[in-house]
C-alpha cells in the first residue's frame, strides 16, 4: 500500500478498544492502511496470536499493516485492569488523542479514528473539562460549533441538538444553530462524502410536524422559513417532516440524511436499524473524524467477545472520507 495511513486512538485503556482494534486489524490489513497509538507493551500482552510490530513513524504502517498490526508507542504510567477504568492513566489517554490530531494535521496520516474514551476517569485523573470527545477535537482544531452525524448502510442522521435534556430542546433550537447545522452536513456531504446534489430530510420539532400549529409552531415560525431560504441558495431540503413516516424503507429511497431536532429522534431509528455497524463522524472539522458507534463496554472487557464491526466501519469510513478529500 503506498498512501498515507488513518491514525487510531486507543481510547479508555480498561475497555475494549485493544480487543476491537486487533480484530479490524485482522479484518482490514489488506483493505487499507492504518495504525494504532498505544502502550505497545500492554496491546502485545492481549494481543493473543495477532502479531503487534512497533513503528517510528506513521509512514511506516503502510508497509507494516501486511504482517502485524502497527503500533506507535505511547506508555501508560499504570497497569491496565479490564473494567476498570484508572484515573491514572487518563492525562495519557488525553495526550494520545491530541498526538492523533497533531499527526493528521500534519498530514502525515490521512484521518482520525478514536476508540471510545470513559469521561468521568479523563475528569478524575485529567481534569478533562470537555463533554466528549467531539467537544475535544473541536477545540484542539479551533472549530466553534462541530457536527455529529451518525451514518450505516441503511441510514444516515444529523442530530441538531444532542446531549441536552428533552426539556431544554425547544429553547435551545435556534435559528442559527440549525442554519449552521444545515451548512456544515451540506458541505461535508458534497466534500467528504462525493454526493453531488445531497437531499437532506428535516424533521419536525413537534409530532406530526406541528400538524398545522395545533402540536406546536416551530416548524411554522423557525424550521419552515429557514428551509424555504436556504432552499432559495440550490440546498436541497426537504421538510420539515413528521419524524414518525420519514424512517421506514420506501421514505428512506428519497433522501441522502436525515437532520433531526434532538438526540433520540436520531439515535433511535439509525440503532434499530442497524445497531452494530453504526459511524460516528464528526462533520466541520479541518481533518476527517470517525469512532465506532458505542462506548467502553466495562461490562466485557478483557472477555475477548466483543464486536469490532463498528470499529471497521469507522475505520473504512475514514479512509473512504479521507479520499474523497484527497489526504489519503
Same mark, same amino acid.
Given at each position: 500500500m503506498n498512501a498515507k495511513p488513518v491514525a487510531l486512538t486507543l481510547g479508555e485503556p480498561a475497555g475494549i478498544g485493544a480487543e476491537i482494534s486487533l480484530k479490524a486489524w485482522a479484518k482490514l490489513r489488506e483493505e487499507l492502511p492504518f495504525f494504532l497509538i498505544a502502550d505497545a507493551s500492554f496491546i502485545r500482552s492481549v494481543?493473543?496470536?495477532v502479531p503487534v510490530e512497533v513503528i517510528a513513524h506513521p509512514e511506516q504502517a503502510t508497509e507494516v499493516i501486511l504482517r502485524a498490526l502497527p503500533v506507535l508507542d505511547h506508555p /501508560?504510567?499504570?497497569?491496565?485492569r479490564p473494567g476498570i477504568p484508572t484515573p491514572e492513566n487518563a492525562t495519557e489517554v488525553v495526550a494520545m488523542i491530541a498526538r492523533a490530531v497533531d499527526l493528521v494535521?500534519?498530514?502525515?496520516?490521512c484521518a482520525l479514528t478514536t476508540n471510545p474514551i470513559h469521561k468521568k476517569a479523563l475528569q478524575d485523573g485529567a481534569g478533562f473539562a470537555f463533554p466528549g470527545h467531539t467537544e475535544f477535537l473541536a477545540d484542539l482544531a479551533d472549530v466553534e460549533r462541530p457536527v455529529m452525524m451518525l451514518s450505516a448502510p441503511e441510514l444516515r442522521v444529523v442530530p441538531v441538538t444532542i446531549h441536552?435534556? /428533552?426539556?431544554?430542546v425547544a429553547s435551545s433550537l435556534t435559528e442559527e444553530l440549525l442554519e449552521q447545522t444545515i451548512r456544515v452536513t451540506h458541505k461535508a456531504l458534497i466534500n467528504d462524502l462525493g454526493i453531488s446534489n445531497p437531499r437532506i430530510a428535516v424533521a419536525g420539532l413537534n409530532p406530526h410536524a406541528g400538524e398545522g400549529g395545533a402540536m406546536g409552531r416551530e416548524e411554522i415560525t423557525l424550521i419552515s422559513p429557514l428551509l424555504e431560504r436556504l432552499r432559495s441558495e440550490g440546498i436541497n431540503l426537504i421538510g420539515p417532516m413528521s419524524a414518525d413516516t420519514m424512517f421506514h424503507a420506501a421514505a428512506r429511497e428519497h433522501y441522502d440524511l436525515a437532520m433531526c431536532m434532538y438526540h433520540d429522534q436520531a439515535l433511535i431509528p439509525i440503532k434499530t436499524l442497524n445497531f452494530s455497524?453504526?459511524?460516528?463522524?464528526t462533520l466541520g472539522l479541518p481533518f476527517v473524524r470517525t469512532s465506532p458507534d458505542h462506548g467502553t463496554a466495562f461490562d466485557i472487557a478483557g472477555k475477548n467477545i466483543a464486536d469490532a464491526q463498528s470499529l471497521i466501519e469507522a475505520l473504512r469510513t475514514a479512509w473512504s472520507m479521507a479520499r474523497h478529500r484527497g489526504t489519503s
Open positions: 494481543a493473543d496470536d /501508560l504510567p499504570a497497569k491496565v494535521q500534519q498530514g502525515h496520516a441536552i435534556a /428533552l426539556s431544554e455497524a453504526g459511524v460516528n463522524t
